[in-house]
């Protein structure tokens, strides 16, 4: 029971976790250069490994070491409905807010050019899956 509570705290303690704020009426500009430029990709791989792939998987597939005992799934970000559902500032407003009613903390700790190079680098999972449809 202490392990399943440090582990369900720990990404507090690693990313200060802040309350959600609602952001749904404000207005997102995507930076769009940024999310195809190859070095944001790298930068945004490099902070999902440090910050993400411990409940999402090393792979982005929702498969992470710390899922077990969330109270949700974590997102597979190569699942191809949530992927035609989604976009770039919903995926940024839910790293920014997180999510009510589920273990998704806010990471509004990461600086906004952070927050975007990790959309940069998830919209880079896509690029292979759309091009092979």
Same mark, same amino acid.
């Given at each position: 029971?202490?392990?399943?509570?440090?582990?369900?705290?720990?990404?507090?303690?690693?990313?200060?976790?802040?309350?959600?704020?609602?952001? =749904?009426?404000?207005? /997102?500009?995507?930076?769009?250069?940024?999310?195809?430029?190859?070095? &944001?990709?790298? %930068?945004?791989? *490099? +902070?999902?490994?440090?910050?993400?792939?411990?409940?999402?998987?090393?792979?982005?597939?929702?498969?992470?070491?710390?899922?077990?005992?969330?109270?949700?799934?974590?997102?597979?970000?190569?699942?191809?409905?949530?992927?035609?559902?989604? =976009?770039?500032?919903? /995926?940024?407003?839910?790293?920014?807010?997180?999510?009510?009613?589920? &273990?998704?903390? %806010?990471?509004? *700790? +990461?600086?906004?050019?952070?927050?975007?190079?990790?959309?940069?680098?998830?919209?880079?999972?896509?690029?292979?899956?759309?091009?092979?449809?």
């Amino acid at each position: 029971m202490k392990r399943l509570i440090w582990m369900l705290l720990l990404p507090c303690l690693l990313v200060s976790c802040e309350p959600a704020e609602t952001r =749904s009426e404000e207005t /997102i500009t995507v930076p769009t250069a940024r999310l195809s430029d190859p070095a &944001s990709i790298e %930068s945004g791989g *490099a +902070l999902f490994r440090r910050y993400c792939a411990l409940c999402h998987g090393l792979n982005a597939d929702g498969k992470g070491v710390r899922r077990e005992g969330l109270s949700a799934d974590p997102r597979n970000f190569h699942d191809s409905v949530w992927r035609e559902k989604t =976009s770039p500032a919903d /995926i940024f407003r839910t790293m920014s807010d997180g999510l009510s009613q589920s &273990s998704m903390p %806010s990471f509004r *700790a +990461l600086t906004e050019v952070q927050r975007w190079d990790i959309v940069a680098y998830l919209e880079s999972l896509g690029s292979a899956t759309s091009n092979e449809q």
